[in-house]
């Protein structure tokens, strides 16, 4: 063998180890590598909810128009409806507003905005179609802090419907018994109209 093949041998057998070890040593020495998922861009949910496309057509159809004022309730304020938006109550708002919806959620005290209470005049007061764009556009301060978070992305057009209707049984309850002794219990337990 000339100088030359030798040389080439070692080489060769010094790359082959070389690649061995790199096997073993991968997960040592820890270098990032743009497949690794951890370093990938990622989203969680809600953060930074992407807008919709421009000229976009919602396949539910328009929820509403925009400058044209509240939308009016197309559902039926039916038993179905109701007991849809209590399910849907129970998942998307309760943590906030509450079991009893007066405001007072697990994670409402950590609010730095105390979540409304939905069975008072306040909120029963507003049309449906208040409630409905509360509930798809969340409120949102002067200074751009999030009082609470928009929910379209996390409702439907129908789910918020019903949970608005679910939320005109709130205050049935607790406006059906004044003649009655209104007790703190009664008022605080607003089970919905069927
Ligand atoms: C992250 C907490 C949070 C969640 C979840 C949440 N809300 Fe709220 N909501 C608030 C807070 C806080 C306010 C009061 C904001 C303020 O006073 O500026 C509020 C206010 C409201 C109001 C009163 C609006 C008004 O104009 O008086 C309505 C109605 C309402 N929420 C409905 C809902 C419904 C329905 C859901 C579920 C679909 C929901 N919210 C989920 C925190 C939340």
Same mark, same amino acid.
């Given at each position: 063998?000339?100088?030359?093949?030798? /040389?080439?041998?070692?080489?060769?057998?010094?790359? /082959?180890?070389?690649?061995?070890?790199?096997?073993? @040593?991968?997960?040592?020495?820890?270098?990032?590598?743009? @497949?690794?998922?951890?370093?990938?861009? @990622?989203?969680?949910?809600?953060? *930074?909810?992407?807008?919709?496309?421009?000229? +976009?057509?919602?396949?539910? &159809?328009?929820?509403?128009?925009?400058?044209?004022?509240?939308? +009016?309730?197309?559902?039926?304020?039916?038993?179905?409806?109701?007991?849809?938006?209590?399910?849907?109550?129970?998942?998307?708002?309760?943590?906030? *507003? &509450?079991?009893?919806?007066? &405001?007072?959620?697990?994670?409402?005290?950590?609010?730095?905005?105390? %979540?409304?209470?939905?069975?008072?005049?306040?909120?029963?007061?507003?049309?449906?179609?208040?409630?409905?764009?509360?509930? +798809?556009?969340?409120?949102?301060?002067? &200074?751009?802090?999030? *009082?609470?978070?928009? /929910?379209?992305?996390?409702?439907?057009?129908?789910?918020?419907?019903?949970?608005?209707?679910?939320?005109?049984?709130?205050?049935?309850?607790?406006?059906? #018994?004044?003649?009655?002794?209104?007790?703190?219990? #009664?008022?605080?337990?607003?089970?919905?109209? %069927?």
């Amino acid at each position: 063998m000339s100088f030359l093949q030798r /040389l080439l041998v070692v080489i060769a057998v010094a790359v /082959l180890l070389f690649g061995v070890l790199m096997i073993f @040593s991968f997960d040592i020495i820890k270098i990032d590598w743009v @497949s690794f998922m951890e370093i990938q861009p @990622s989203f969680k949910p809600m953060e *930074h909810p992407l807008p919709v496309a421009a000229r +976009s057509i919602p396949i539910e &159809g328009a929820a509403y128009i925009p400058g044209q004022g509240a939308p +009016s309730n197309p559902v039926p304020a039916d038993p179905v409806s109701v007991e849809r938006g209590r399910i849907l109550y129970s998942v998307t708002c309760i943590q906030c *507003h &509450g079991p009893k919806a007066d &405001g007072n959620g697990v994670i409402g005290g950590a609010l730095m905005f105390q %979540p409304a209470n939905l069975t008072g005049d306040v909120v029963q007061n507003k049309p449906d179609g208040a409630l409905f764009l509360t509930i +798809s556009n969340g409120i949102q301060g002067t &200074g751009g802090q999030i *009082h609470m978070p928009a /929910l379209n992305e996390n409702l439907t057009v129908r789910d918020r419907w019903d949970v608005v209707n679910y939320i005109r049984t709130l205050k049935a309850t607790v406006t059906a #018994t004044p003649t009655s002794t209104t007790t703190a219990a #009664t008022t605080a337990t607003p089970t919905p109209k %069927p």
